[in-house]
């Protein structure tokens, strides 16, 4: 148990629905962050919310939309997304946006048919 | 563009023997070093940071640095099968902000009793 909580942790749909992958964490951390894992590739830094504010958004298709309404919760809405989507989605939170510990939530599998 | 490079492996070792894992990087400014340890199906954990040239030692885990070679290792001591999993190397940029984290594809590390 990091402490990061994520939900749900599978997810199966269709390129025409829309869903959300949800984050919450307890540690107090003001920094939140998504990440793609795809297999065999490296982890990929989809958004940086710090302070709730995002400071960071990697080039990443609009068919992801974070949200993040307070520091201590942070959503992935998703829509019209394709198979290439499908990935582990992984949520993690720092005190800081200055690397020291970067604390993973379990994530969210996602399968896109 | 930053790249962090690991052997994909699968590298393979009896238990008991010394695993060895590489990493080199592109980035000559990259000042933050760290190893994390993902298990099948689960998310990523860190296990060792290392910030300066030389050595760190932490019970059976040893981290080495060269920044002048951009090389990284993680040396497993008397390696048990519960180390088996996939080990990511990570390297973070001058600023040391999360924007900067750049992940290796990871080793895949089996021991075998």
């Known amino acids: 148990e990091t402490g990061v909580t994520q939900t749900p942790r599978h997810l199966v749909m269709g390129m025409t629905n829309k869903k959300s992958l949800k984050c919450e964490q307890h540690?107090?951390?003001?920094?939140m962050y998504w990440y793609k894992q795809s297999a065999k590739k490296p982890l990929e830094l989809m958004f940086v919310y710090n302070f709730k504010e995002q400071t960071e958004n990697n080039s990443v298709p609009s068919r992801f939309s974070p949200e993040c309404p307070n520091s201590s919760h942070l959503f992935l809405h998703l829509h019209t997304l394709q198979p290439e989507d499908s990935a582990l989605y992984l949520c993690?939170?720092?005190?800081?946006?200055?690397?020291?510990?970067?604390?993973f939530g379990e994530g969210s599998w996602l399968t896109v048919v | 563009q930053k790249e962090v490079e690991q052997n994909s492996g699968p590298l393979s070792v009896p238990e008991g023997a010394i695993a060895s894992l590489n990493c080199t990087y592109s980035?000559?400014?990259?000042?933050?070093f760290f190893w994390y340890r993902q298990y099948s199906g689960k998310s990523p954990e860190l296990i060792m940071s290392?910030?300066?040239?030389g050595d760190k030692e932490d019970g059976r885990f040893t981290a080495q640095l060269n920044k002048a070679s951009q090389y990284v290792s993680l040396l497993i001591r008397d390696s048990q099968p519960s180390d088996s999993a996939t080990y990511l190397c990570a390297v973070n940029g001058p600023s040391g902000s999360a924007r900067q984290l750049t992940f290796g594809s990871g080793t895949q590390l089996t021991v075998l009793p």
């Open positions: 980035d000559r400014g990259s000042q933050s």
């Open positions: 993690a939170s720092q005190p800081g946006d200055v690397v020291n510990t970067i604390y």
């Open positions: 540690l107090g951390h003001n920094a």
């Open positions: 290392i910030y300066s040239n």
